[in-house]
C-alpha cells in the first residue's frame, strides 16, 4: 500500500486558477472582485485571463493528448480483431510511433 503523500511546510501552494477565471468570464465579475474572492496576485490573474501563462507544472509529457488518443484507439482496434496486445507491444509499438515521429524518450 502506498504511503500517504504529506506536504512540507512552507511548500508553494498552487491554486485552482479555472474558478476565477470562470467568475470573471461568466458571472461578469470584475478582475480585482475575483482575485479578492479567491485570493490570488494581481499579476498572475491578469496573466491568466490574457494567456501569458502557456507552461504547465512539472515534466512535460512525450505524447500529446491526441497522441495518446489515438493510440488507445489502435490499441481497442486491435483487441476488438482478436489481437490482443501484450504490455510489451504496448510498449514497442510506442517506441516505433516515437521513432518514426523524431521524438527521443528520455
Not at 38 to 58: C, D, F, V
Not at 77 to 86: D, I, N, R, V, Y
Amino acid at each position: 500500500m502506498p504511503s500517504k503523500y504529506v506536504k512540507k511546510l512552507g511548500s508553494r501552494s498552487y491554486r485552482n486558477w479555472d474558478d476565477a477565471l470562470l467568475d470573471i468570464i461568466d458571472h461578469n465579475m470584475s478582475n480585482a472582485q475575483a482575485i479578492k474572492k479567491h485570493n490570488i496576485l494581481y499579476g498572475t490573474m491578469y496573466n491568466r485571463y490574457h494567456g501569458l501563462h502557456h507552461q504547465y507544472l512539472g515534466k512535460p509529457t512525450t505524447f500529446t493528448k491526441d497522441e495518446k488518443e489515438t493510440l488507445c484507439k489502435l490499441f481497442a482496434t486491435c483487441a476488438e480483431w482478436g489481437f490482443p496486445l501484450s504490455s510489451l507491444d504496448l510498449r514497442l509499438f510506442a517506441q516505433v510511433y516515437l521513432e518514426c515521429e523524431g521524438k527521443i524518450l528520455l
